[in-house]
């Protein structure tokens, strides 16, 4: 397969519950991270994580989105991956939607390199 057709394939959306966990994740081992307490493990550092435009399209074309900012989060096998969340033009994350339930519009599992 081609990279243009496994990145079309990849499905990239996560709960806002799974992003917020790597989120929270990320931010309690970052100390340990730059300490060095992870080592030399493997894939726990990226160079950088691919995203398909639909999946970057679902997340900007959001009711209110002005833009969007990438979160740091953790997976459950210690790598660092990148989450896209929309912001408003107060700056404010959406994750909400009108009737106070969570957003799915979180997008997650780019292509990671390495």
């Known amino acids: 397969m081609s990279f243009v ?3 079309n394939q990849m499905n990239h959306n996560i709960t806002w519950q799974q992003a917020v966990t790597m989120v929270n994740l990320y931010n309690t081992q970052k100390a ?3 300490s060095g307490a992870y080592g030399n493990a493997p894939g726990t550092l990226l160079d950088y994580e691919t ?3 639909a999946s970057v399209q679902t997340v900007i074309v959001q009711s209110g ?3 969007f900012r990438i979160y740091m989060g953790m997976d459950t096998l210690n790598r660092i991956r990148c989450i896209m969340v929309a912001a408003d033009a107060n ?3 959406i994750i909400m939607d009108n009737g106070n339930n969570p ?3 979180v997008e ?3 292509q990671r390199y390495p």
Do not use: K, Y
Request: aromatic fraction near 4%; glycine fraction near 14%.
């Open 108 to 110: 997650e599992v780019g």
């Open 32 to 34: 340990a991270i730059l």
């Open 51 to 53: 995203f398909n435009l």
């Open 91 to 93: 700056g404010h994350d």
């Open 5 to 7: 057709t496994d990145l």
């Open 65 to 67: 989105a002005a833009g």
């Open 103 to 105: 957003l799915v519009m």
